[in-house]
């Protein structure tokens, strides 16, 4: 029977699938549109698809969109399941169904019975060969020695010193790109009184993104006026924005220092020398590496591609050992 080994990305914003004789397979939005005929549920598109579909006004009555994925856990399962089953059937056009081996990674904050979600929502897809990789693990730019790595997300950011035997020490924040779109989206209502849509707030966001004070960006954002509810364009400036990102970027480099601060000290001096890596959305911020540098006095590394944890992760395909012993599992699984 036909084997594929996967590196599985679901996040709050997209899914990342990653085979390992073919590199990235699908990178699709985490969004499913359910079909309900009868009480019978079914998927009716998935990904880029029913995001699509959900920007349309002529849309079915009996379709509805979900996100299953909210604040790094499984907010509905069987969304989930079948956004899964969608993706893999997706990228997968052979008529014999393969066995699936899977490294699914997920945030290092997750409660037990989280991850038993991951897990649960594998095995009800036939799945039976998971394992499940706390993002900073996967993430890491090589293996052996310690190292210092962020991963923002779109609902929440891991933060953890990662050593030979995993996670020495680490947490998972609310801090986000959607967080900070949200603030934004109130400090426009407060300060110019017009009502904006989400997802133009984040199109602002990534226009004026800037953590230099030396460089001034602006850019026109539409929404309804708060009184009268007359349509109305406001230009904005990336002084707006910093007002919120700088105050939010500066409780994550909080965090980081507690972290810092509580890991063994033989372990500061080496990652004084090899830094900070941050991954994700937030890393696209310009300036952020030299802000945060100055802030820590220590080097700091970015990389804002969406695909980078599963790309990274995939060194794992070959040294599982090293994979092993950082998870605590004894034996080299999944050969």
């Given at each position: 029977?036909?084997r594929?080994?996967?590196?599985?990305?679901?996040?709050?914003?997209n899914?990342?699938i990653?085979?390992?004789?073919?590199?990235?397979?699908?990178?699709?939005?985490?969004?499913?549109?359910?079909?309900?005929?009868?009480?019978?549920?079914?998927?009716?598109?998935?990904?880029?698809?029913?995001?699509?579909?959900?920007?349309?006004?002529?849309?079915?009555?009996?379709v509805?969109?979900?996100?299953?994925?909210?604040?790094?856990?499984?907010?509905?399962?069987?969304?989930?399941?079948?956004?899964?089953?969608?993706?893999?059937?997706k990228?997968?056009?052979?008529?014999i169904?393969?066995t699936?081996?899977?490294?699914?990674?997920?945030s290092c904050?997750?409660?037990?019975?989280e991850?038993?979600?991951?897990?649960?929502?594998?095995?009800?897809?036939?799945?039976?060969?998971v394992?499940l990789?706390?993002?900073?693990?996967a993430?890491?730019?090589?293996?052996?020695g310690?190292?210092?790595?962020m991963?923002?997300g779109?609902?929440?950011?891991?933060?953890?010193?990662?050593g030979?035997?995993?996670?020495?020490?680490?947490?998972?924040i609310?801090?986000?790109?959607?967080?900070?779109?949200?603030?934004?989206k109130k400090?426009?209502l407060?300060?110019?009184h017009?009502?904006?849509?989400?997802?133009r707030?984040?199109n602002?966001?990534?226009?004026l993104?800037e953590m230099?004070?030396?460089?001034?960006?602006s850019?026109f954002?539409?929404?309804?006026?708060e009184?009268?509810?007359?349509?109305?364009?406001?230009?904005?400036h990336?002084?707006?924005?910093q007002?919120?990102?700088?105050?939010?970027?500066?409780?994550?480099?909080?965090t980081?220092e507690?972290?810092?601060?509580?890991?063994?000290?033989?372990?500061q001096?080496?990652?004084k020398?090899?830094g900070?890596?941050?991954?994700?959305g937030?890393?696209?911020?310009?300036?952020?590496?030299n802000?945060?540098?100055?802030?820590?006095?220590?080097?700091v590394?970015v990389?804002?591609?969406?695909?980078?944890?599963?790309?990274?992760c995939?060194?794992?395909?070959?040294?599982?050992?090293a994979?092993?012993?950082?998870?605590?599992?004894?034996?080299e699984?999944?050969?």
């Amino acid at each position: 029977m036909c084997r594929l080994d996967l590196i599985i990305d679901i996040g709050a914003s997209n899914t990342i699938i990653y085979e390992k004789k073919r590199g990235i397979v699908l990178s699709e939005p985490s969004i499913v549109a359910i079909k309900n005929v009868n009480g019978k549920k079914s998927v009716y598109l998935a990904g880029s698809e029913a995001l699509d579909l959900a920007k349309k006004k002529n849309r079915p009555d009996n379709v509805n969109f979900i996100y299953p994925v909210n604040n790094a856990s499984i907010q509905n399962i069987e969304a989930c399941k079948l956004m899964i089953k969608y993706f893999l059937d997706k990228f997968n056009k052979s008529f014999i169904r393969p066995t699936f081996v899977v490294m699914a990674i997920i945030s290092c904050g997750l409660k037990p019975s989280e991850r038993k979600a991951f897990e649960n929502m594998f095995f009800d897809l036939n799945i039976k060969n998971v394992t499940l990789i706390d993002a900073p693990i996967a993430v890491l730019p090589k293996v052996g020695g310690v190292q210092f790595v962020m991963v923002t997300g779109a609902s929440v950011t891991d933060i953890a010193i990662v050593g030979e035997n995993g996670v020495i020490a680490g947490c998972s924040i609310s801090i986000s790109g959607t967080l900070i779109a949200n603030r934004f989206k109130k400090y426009i209502l407060d300060n110019y009184h017009l009502i904006v849509p989400l997802s133009r707030v984040e199109n602002a966001v990534k226009e004026l993104s800037e953590m230099s004070l030396d460089h001034t960006l602006s850019t026109f954002i539409q929404g309804k006026d708060e009184i009268d509810k007359i349509r109305r364009k406001e230009e904005i400036h990336s002084g707006d924005l910093q007002k919120i990102l700088i105050p939010t970027i500066n409780d994550l480099i909080q965090t980081v220092e507690s972290i810092f601060r509580i890991a063994p000290e033989n372990y500061q001096a080496s990652i004084k020398n090899s830094g900070l890596h941050i991954y994700g959305g937030l890393a696209n911020i310009p300036h952020l590496d030299n802000y945060i540098s100055n802030a820590l006095g220590i080097p700091v590394y970015v990389d804002g591609s969406i695909e980078a944890v599963a790309t990274n992760c995939a060194k794992f395909f070959k040294d599982k050992v090293a994979l092993n012993k950082m998870l605590g599992i004894n034996g080299e699984n999944n050969k």
